[in-house]
């Protein structure tokens, strides 16, 4: 039901908007009504141009200073915390799995 058909129901019955939402999705089978998914801020521009906008963002960081760049420390300890976390969450996964 559209929301045209909602408020004319609505009107003849004499019943609130609200209840008319929740009889039509009891009888369509959906648990809650259904948001809208629309697209806000940034993931309404070209992609291309976002893309231009983050590597001007990008330079401007390091032209004044302010980017960080990692050392080959600063990388190898990086990368080791991933991997733990990545081999941990593997072994939990398994774990779940065998006591199921």
Known sequence: MD???????QK??????????ELVSISTGMSEPQKSKRRMGFATQDPEQVR???????RAAHRDGKAHTFTSEEARAAGRKGARISHERRRA???SEATR
């Open 93 to 95: 996964r398994k774990e």
């Open 3 to 9: 929301l045209c058909a909602a408020l004319f129901f």
């Open 12 to 21: 003849k019955h004499g019943v609130s908007l609200l209840t008319v939402l």
């Open 52 to 58: 231009e906008w983050g590597a001007q963002g990008g």
